[in-house]
Nanobody
């Protein structure tokens, strides 16, 4: 059973930054693409970013481009999401998920999910 654990969420003021971490266990991270998703209150879950197995390919939602950076350290079994210039619309629960292939635009292609970490952007 794959296990993913997110951390790094919290309360931040508009314009601030957070770095989320997704630590994986019980599998070799290098074999999996990792996606970050978020769910805002009252809204459907949406994709934020994804990184390929090698780390050589990344993609971002339009709302994240230029502000968020996804990266991975396979040796540490960790994927990061650096979030800068945060605004209240970034508020939500952030999840990481694993896919045993490369990135996909479909959430259903990601079979293993973490429990999420709350990000709140508010003054």
């Amino acid at each position: 059973q794959l296990q993913l654990v997110e951390s790094g969420g919290g309360l931040v003021q508009p314009g601030g930054s957070l770095r989320l971490s997704c630590v994986v266990s019980r599998f070799t991270l290098a074999y999996y693409a990792i996606g970050w998703f978020r769910q805002a209150p009252g809204k459907e879950r949406e994709g934020v970013s994804c990184i390929s197995r090698s780390g050589g390919s990344t993609n971002y939602a339009d709302s994240a481009k230029g502000r968020f950076t996804i990266s991975r350290n396979n040796a540490k079994n960790t994927v990061y999401l650096q979030m800068n210039s945060l605004n209240p619309e970034d508020t939500g629960v952030y999840y990481c998920a694993a896919r045993g292939s490369d990135c996909s635009p479909s959430q259903t292609d990601f079979r293993s999910w973490g429990q999420g970490t709350q990000v709140t952007v508010s003054s």
